[in-house]
């Protein structure tokens, strides 16, 4: 038995056959790649992830999950990296959606840092940033921006006409304002694509490592974006230092990144909506973020 939390069940329910095939697909993983995988962790909830050892005795990670296409996303952005500012890749089956990653220990996450000085934990971000932002050529593997923001379009018909209350204007100056930021990108990098306080972790042999990227393709601004929605709500003063910060130290237009916040913001109420739940708070945050 895997040790499957119900959290990971309910998320997984609607792939049935995947969820029943799970156990087999790990016992062929590790027989493939000689590692004894543990019970998971017990805070999964998308993807399958569990502590594993290899037959050398060196601590690893196995991660499975059934979203294959994101999957290839974040292999292909893990072996541009090599290891420099993110976890090592040391094994992947992107049909399967597996890959076996180095343990990153002690792996204390940057929210321990952020509890006691915000400031500290924003240049902590702002450098393993600037460590992952570089140049890429094709084939490259990733998955372009505009790809990722393509909520917008599907959503276009509805939102832009207001259905069930969703402010109509602010959607159209969000999507005009996205177009734009994507027209006028003239440096696309690798992004993590989900940088935040969980997603760093300190390592013992190379102090902080990002993890679980989702390996995109754009302009730099898009990348600091969801560092402002965690640990938690903040007061605004606090985003708007943030920001200052970010913009400070890896050199962006204030403005621009701002504006990137926003759209961002959007994007994310632009899911909700389509997945049925409640997308006010997410709006009234996309507001927030056009005062900053």
Known sequence: MLGLTPDFIRSNQ??????????ELVDV??????????????????????????????HAVLKVSRHVGETRNEIAALRLWTG?????LLDADTDLGAL?????????MLVEVANTDDDAATMTAAEVLRALWRPVAEPHGLRPLDSW?????????????????????????????????????REPVALHGDLHHYNILRSSN?????????????????DVCQFFRNPGAVPGHVNRRRLDIFCAELDL???RTRDWCFVHAM??????????????????????????
């Open 14 to 23: 609607v792939d049935p056959d995947w969820l029943k095939a799970l156990p």
């Open 29 to 58: 993983l590790a027989r493939r790649w000689g590692v004894r995988v543990d019970r998971p962790f017990p805070d999964i909830r998308i993807n399958f992830v569990a502590p594993a050892t290899r037959a050398d005795g060196t």
């Open 84 to 88: 420099r500012a993110a976890t090592r």
């Open 100 to 108: 076996l990653l180095e343990r990153i220990e002690p792996g204390t």
């Open 149 to 185: 923001c393509d909520a917008y379009a599907r959503n276009r018909p509805a939102l832009s006409r207001g259905a069930y209350g969703f402010p109509a204007a602010l959607f159209q100056r969000a999507d005009a304002m996205r177009q734009d930021l994507l027209d006028s990108t």
């Open 206 to 222: 190379a102090d902080w490592l990002a993890i679980d990227p989702k390996g995109l393709v754009g302009d730099r601004g898009f």
């Open 253 to 255: 237009d204030r403005k």
């Open 267 to 292: 994007l994310d109420a632009c899911w909700e909506f389509e997945d049925g739940n409640p997308w006010q708070d997410v709006v009234a945050y996309a507001q927030e973020t056009m005062s900053w």
